[in-house]
Nanobody
Framework: QVQLAESGGGLVQAGGSLRLSCAAS????????MAWFRRAPGKEREFAAR????????SYAGSVKGRFTISRDNAKNTVYLQMNSLKPEDTAVYYC?????????????WGQGTQVTVSS
């Protein structure tokens, strides 16, 4: 079992920055990768960014590439999402997720989500 706890959401003006954190606990050694997803009001959940646990290989959705940076702190078992140049369309509940099965398999653990609101 893996437990995930997000923090760092809030209200920010367009053009501003926020950093989200996701602290993992439990069976840390079973994690292959972690990711951030988001769900905007009235929309489906969408992928934002991913980082592999071993080599820290990252990937991003086109909508956030160049503005968001995913990183991790091994000592703290924490993954971060640095969000810069925020836009109103970035408003969403942001969730972190952990992949513990085969690489590329479904994410099987999820946090409770943290709200990010970007005002215009």
């Amino acid at each position: 079992q893996v437990q995930l706890a997000e923090s760092g959401g809030g209200l920010v003006q367009a053009g501003g920055s926020l950093r989200l954190s996701c602290a993992a606990s439990g069976s840390i050694s079973s994690i292959n990768a972690m990711a951030w997803f988001r769900r905007a009001p009235g929309k489906e959940r969408e992928f934002a960014a991913r980082i592999s646990w071993g080599l820290s290989i990252t990937s991003y959705a086109g909508s956030v590439k160049g503005r968001f940076t995913i990183s991790r702190d091994n000592a703290k078992n924490t993954v971060y999402l640095q969000m810069n140049s925020l836009k109103p369309e970035d408003t969403a509940v942001y969730y972190c997720a952990a992949e513990t099965g085969a690489p590329g398999s479904a994410y099987d653990y999820w946090g409770q989500g943290t709200q990010v609101t970007v005002s215009s």
